[in-house]
């Protein structure tokens, strides 16, 4: 095994001894459990408020005492069934996991609750709560847990214990991909401390800081060396038997494993995982939508764009008027793109470069974005963009650059139903 590097000495100071720190899942399962109860809390509270049981007789107030103590007496049932939807395990799965993607789960945890706290109610005849107090919280409860657990999520991820040690086992062109994108977005919260590979392929000046930690047979000391969380396997030199040793022996350690599929670029992250007769497999969506579905966009296509064409109408007279006092030339930035079926089409935008900017392309060539070790330099992003206007430069920041592709959906250029050529 090779000798880890000045840098990872660095990094295993950093990372500390194993158990010396909270993990991920120790951290935002606490605060999502805080959030619910708290959110939940509030929202019951603010129900009996807002229907007016403290501003009621005695009687109505005994009432209510009685209704949010039995509440009360149910949130641990509500923290099982937000539970059993799996609300609580995404967050260290999953480093794009965002309250978001919870929002059906929680319309559902809402609804079975209330649901719950009605039939507890009349089976115990302890508290009579009215349907429509009942319906207030159920709205609320739906807002207020999906607020909350926005926060508590804002709030963890300013917490060192939610940043992940990871180590990725395969150091070739997948693997230093995954490092450099985790390098590029912190917001994922995954700190990578090495690779693991006998036969590392040489990595670029922007990778050259992380060390090749040893070989795949070493995985479990690394792990328990370096307090690793989370360890992604790429493809690397190791044989398909080595492999699937390698995965046998991750099953023995306390991380989160993830495995990047064979023809990744393939699938997308809507792909579902079924088996046969124990064997996983992944369905990919349909490529294509059916007739009833294309119908349907279509339908919202025209229903959201012309009253939203008719509303932003003055602010995009005002743009275009801006437009033409900023810098001279036209209005608009048209171009040919490819569309559903290699049919072309043209896109709209506001102009936000100088007039001739394409003929300039080369003077700033070398400042492209998509030039960096293993980008696609085919890509073309400028950050400050020297031939970007004054104008241009705020419509850009803001995407109201944008705005004229509302002229696209309405002609069905970008819709699925088949772009049809706006400008003869």
């Known amino acids: 095994m090779n000798a880890v590097t000045q840098d990872a000495a660095a990094d295993h100071a950093l990372i500390g001894p194993v158990g010396t720190r909270r993990r991920r899942g120790w951290l935002i399962r606490r605060a999502l459990v805080g959030a619910d109860i708290v959110a939940l809390l509030v929202a019951f509270l603010a129900a009996e408020w807002v229907h007016g049981k403290t501003l009621g007789a005695p009687g109505d107030r005994f009432d209510q005492t ?147 930690l040893g070989s795949a047979r070493s995985l479990s000391a690394i792990v328990a060396r370096l307090n690793v969380d989370r360890v992604i396997l790429a493809f690397s030199g190791e044989s398909h038997e080595d492999t699937l040793d390698l995965l046998r022996q991750t099953k023995g350690l306390d991380v989160q494993v993830d495995i990047v599929p064979r023809l990744y670029e393939m699938v997308p992250p809507s792909a579902h995982v079924h088996s046969v007769e124990g064997m996983s497999m992944l369905s990919l969506p349909a490529m294509l ?19 939203g064409m008719i509303v932003i109408s003055p602010l995009l007279l005002a743009i275009a008027v801006a437009i033409k006092l900023d810098s001279r030339g036209p209005v608009f930035f048209r171009q040919w793109r490819v569309g559903e079926r290699d049919r072309l089409f043209r896109i709209w935008k506001f102009r936000t470069m100088v007039p001739g900017a394409d003929e300039r392309k080369h003077e700033v060539a070398h400042l492209n974005r ?30 109201l650059d944008e705005l004229p592709q509302l002229m696209n959906v309405l002609a069905g250029q970008m819709s699925l139903v088949g772009p049809r050529p706006l400008i003869p």
Request: with cysteine; proline share 6%.
């Open 289 to 307: 939508l059916s007739r009833s579905d294309r119908l349907l966009k279509r339908a919202m296509d025209l229903a959201l764009t012309v009253p």
């Open 370 to 399: 998509y030039l960096a070790d293993g980008d696609d330099p085919v890509m073309f992003k400028i950050a400050n963009d020297p031939r970007t206007t004054r104008l241009g430069a705020f419509l850009r920041r803001t995407s």
């Open 66 to 212: 009685a209704e949010i103590v039995l509440f009360a007496a149910t949130l641990p049932v509500w923290i099982v069934l937000a539970k059993a939807y799996g609300l609580y395990g995404a967050d260290e799965e999953r480093n794009d996991h965002s309250t978001f993607d919870e929002v059906r789960s929680i319309f559902h945890l809402a609804t079975v609750g209330t649901w719950m706290v009605l039939a507890i109610s009349y089976l115990t005849a302890l508290a009579h709560p009215e349907f429509s107090k009942l319906f207030l919280f159920w709205l609320l409860a739906i807002v207020g847990v999906s607020l909350a657990r926005t926060v508590a999520r804002g709030v963890c991820r300013r917490h060192p214990s939610y940043v992940q040690n990871t180590v990725i086992v395969g150091a070739g062109q997948v693997g230093q991909t995954i490092a450099r994108k985790f390098l590029n977005h912190p917001e994922y919260g995954i700190r990578v401390v090495g690779f693991v590979d006998a036969e590392p392929r040489e990595r670029p000046p922007m990778l050259d800081h992380l060390p090749i």
